[in-house]
């Protein structure tokens, strides 16, 4: 197998606001620019920065790779000097192959034309016959679901057609490198589905898919390999299931500071650490356990002032930032006993009713007076849960509201 795509030591920079201020300051700069005597587009000039900084990596033919990363890492700038739309400061970019990127809803389509023209038109762009086109077409309407809306100018189609469309047309049309970017956010629970089973057979019909998303489900069944990005640099380059701990291992720093500093209540207590695992021998503050198997959750905690009527719960939160599991002390009628002293709070789930995936935790201990409960300490610290046993089939795309489930649950109490 040859190399579908080839990064070599790619820079990038972009302006922070604008260039020139007016015609007058234009017309010197190009001309300084022409003769030589210019700011170099090699270096970084004032208002300047790196979108991507010495981004270095292949990519084999038939294989499929995810880009991770937060908002403003550098991924979409990436896809788009892959198709061309942007040029690297520095470095070089090969693309072997006929590459079909969906990287902006409505990228590739002309407005005034017609779905059914547009099709033809992004056909005829990846070089393909109107025969070859039109042996896809019905495949390709099928699947968009817009056949009443086929002979109506795109310019009028919603975001969510948009999308529909231009997916359809990208893994139809047969390109042999497929470059998909969040753009599938937009469209509805079910369509995200079909796109995604999509997506995989393509892969497996050993074409070349590079992925940008933050879907981290998508991400490991789709991609056994995932790089990671931050900032405009190359973090991480490897398989799915470490980059993405390492992923979630930056959300989490962030997301801990976030916490740490605006921690609200009577702080008459804190949480300081959470651990999991399937079992007491195993728990970790990077926990694992399967699929419907047993998990012991344990949550430390330091007293600082009695806390009379103590409520424990705990929240199991997705890549998605999807409440997955809630449990609390509350839902079992519990009394607890007072907390004076340091310790610790466990909670035991028989069979923990997840998908495979990476999970991490809110927790909180509150305080009951009366009918309401005052919050003492909430936390998203920085342990993890990893579900194992994945089912490649099993696609967990839900609706974020339905998702809130109870399951019974033991637990115990121990203070110093």
Known sequence: MGTALEVNHVWKKFNRGEFNNSLRDAIPAMLKRLVGLGPSRTELQKNEFWALKDVNFKVEEGESVALIGHNGAGKSTLLKIFSKILKPNRGSIKVNGRMRALIEIGSGFHGDLTGRENIFLNGSILGMSRQEIQSKFDAIVDFAGIEEFLDMPVKRYSSGMYARLGFAVAAHLDPEILIVDEVLAVGDTAFQRKCLGKMNEVAHEGRTVVFVSHNMTAVRNLCPRAILFDHGEMLDDGPTFSIV????????????????????????????????????????????????????????????????????????????????????TRNINVQLPPLTKNGYMDFFIDHLPLNAGLYIFGTAILEKTGNTENRIDHFVGDSSLTVMNVDFDNWLIRDKYSLRCFTPFKYNLVQE
């Open 245 to 328: 701990n390492k992923y979630y291992s930056l959300i989490r720093k962030t997301q801990h500071q976030l916490v740490d500093s605006c921690r609200s209540g009577a702080q008459k207590a804190r949480i300081i650490n959470v651990l999991t695992g399937s079992s007491e021998d195993t728990l970790s503050i990077n926990g694992y356990c399967d699929c419907y198997g047993p998990l012991q959750i344990r949550i430390y905690f330091e007293v600082y002032e009695p806390v009379e009527n103590p409520v424990f719960s705990f929240t199991i939160i997705d890549g998605q930032e999807i409440h997955m599991l809630a449990c609390a």
